[in-house]
């Protein structure tokens, strides 16, 4: 689908995968205008497709356009063209159980620009791939560890939109994380460089004698889909959940430390390194509560348990 600055979409249209052509000034490759979002489907035991909550990042897609000065689908041609992008890959979501279909909507600033101005022309486009896991341990426990001097985010930047930039900005940690045998990253804030933040594609929780804490959303971490579910979940489940600042010092007192997001689900954290300084969590498993939290959410997504909340839209 293509627009001008005008922000009318035209009608999308269904092609192969393949590679597509840009203006070497193009918006997207020069200054970086560019967001993308992240979804899964689910096969259901029965033959139909379960989408998670897609009008969640419509809306997340369209605060993140505000903020990168771009124009973005409404949310009903936002979930439509997710729709019919999936119906047309159905062979391509496993059988239940054997992963999903991830689902990549981009939007971007294709029109070509030479000064530092907004794009005179967008396209938003989805592609889908199967997936399995994503860390290569499964659901087993993931080693983290915390990054003191780079960081992904700053106040007033754009850390709470999904702008592809953002991922640019963690792959040296990342990199250098996972070559040390960590699974990845998890950042503190830049200003006091003392609370927690995320990690470099999910969002962070503790919990502490049942009660469940995680970072507030305050414009440096992205609101997670994931984490807003989990926490609905967590209270329906009868837990208290505070969204508040989380010192770095609590993780030497936490019981458990799960991770949240659609690539990741819920994933426990095994350890967490400091400054050379490693805190354990969990051997070999999840905590209690990440467990009774991951079972939850995962049947809901995958259609084996009453969809109270009303967040999966079936396809068939
Ligand atoms: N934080 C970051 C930086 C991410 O990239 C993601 C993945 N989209 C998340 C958190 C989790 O968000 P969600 O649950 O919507 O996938």
Not at 63 to 91: H, I, W, Y
Request: one cysteine or more; charged letters at 20%.
């Amino acid at each position: 689908m293509k627009c001008t600055r005008d922000g009318n979409f035209s009608t999308g249209e269904l092609q192969r995968f393949g590679n597509i052509e840009l203006s070497p000034s193009a918006g997207v490759l020069n200054y970086g205008q560019g967001l993308f979002e992240g979804l899964k489907a689910y096969r259901k035991g029965d033959g139909n497709i379960l989408l998670f909550r897609p009008e969640e990042n419509a809306l997340r897609m369209k605060v993140g356009a505000e903020r990168m000065c771009m124009p973005s689908p409404t949310v009903e041609q936002f979930v439509d063209a997710v729709k019919a992008t999936v119906l047309a890959n159905k062979r391509w979501v496993p059988p239940p159980g054997k992963g999903s279909l991830y689902i990549r909507p981009l939007l971007m600033g294709s029109g070509a620009v030479l000064g530092l101005a907004p794009a005179p022309e967008y396209t938003f486009l989805i592609y889908v791939s199967p997936v399995g896991n994503y860390f290569r341990e499964g659901v087993a426990p993931i080693n983290l560890v915390i990054e003191h001097e780079l960081h992904r985010a700053s106040p007033g930047g754009t850390g709470g939109v999904k702008t592809i930039g953002n991922y640019a900005a963690v792959l040296k940690a990342q990199s250098a994380a996972k070559a040390k045998g960590y699974s990845d990253v998890l950042y503190l804030d830049c200003v006091h460089k003392k609370y927690l933040e995320e990690v470099s594609s999910c969002n962070i929780f503790i919990v502490k004698d049942n009660v469940i804490s995680t970072p507030a959303i305050k414009g440096t971490i992205l609101p997670g889909i994931t984490r807003k579910s989990i926490i609905d979940v967590a209270r329906s489940e009868g837990f208290q959940v505070e969204e508040r600042l989380v010192a770095v010092d609590e993780l030497l007192e936490a019981d458990e430390v799960f991770c949240t997001g659609t690539a990741v689900v819920v994933s426990p954290v095994g350890s967490i390194t400091y400054k050379g300084r490693r805190v354990s969590y969990v051997e070999g498993g999840f905590g209690a509560v990440s467990q009774q939290l991951y079972t939850v959410l995962t049947r809901l997504q995958m259609g084996l348990i009453e969809d109270k909340m009303d967040w999966t839209v079936e396809l068939n």
